[in-house]
């Protein structure tokens, strides 16, 4: 049983992500640097979790970090993401998946420091579903 409260077969992800989604959020891999519109644009609203929807990060949390990716210094609320060792590509890191459906988004470093937190959630793209605020 998986730890995750969203779940759907490969094939239920494979019809509903795009094929640069699924290679991201389901297979754990990385879109090319600053290829993302969100990578330096930093529109008001919330960034939800592009396969489940849930709300992960928001607009007052994202800055710029000339990484290549959209980069925020906290998550919209505790228990939104998970951070998971990641010892792979000869690395320590932290890689960050959404709490709720298990997608990978990227990784957290504490390379941050003009940030409050100190962090740099560093994410991809199109793991991000961008959503306007109400009017």
Known sequence: MSEYRIQKTEEEWR???DPVQYRVLREKGTERPFTHELWKESP??????A???????KDTAKFFSACGWPAF???????TVKE???????MHRVEVVCAACGGH?????QDAPHTPTG???CINGVSLKYVPPAE
């Open 15 to 17: 019809e509903q992500l």
């Open 44 to 49: 008001k609203g919330t960034y939800l979790c």
């Open 51 to 57: 396969a489940c929807e849930t709300p992960l990060f």
């Open 73 to 79: 210094y906290e998550a919209a609320e505790a228990g």
């Open 84 to 90: 998971i060792e990641d010892f792979t590509h000869g």
């Open 105 to 109: 988004l990227g990784h957290v470093f």
């Open 119 to 121: 962090l740099r959630y």
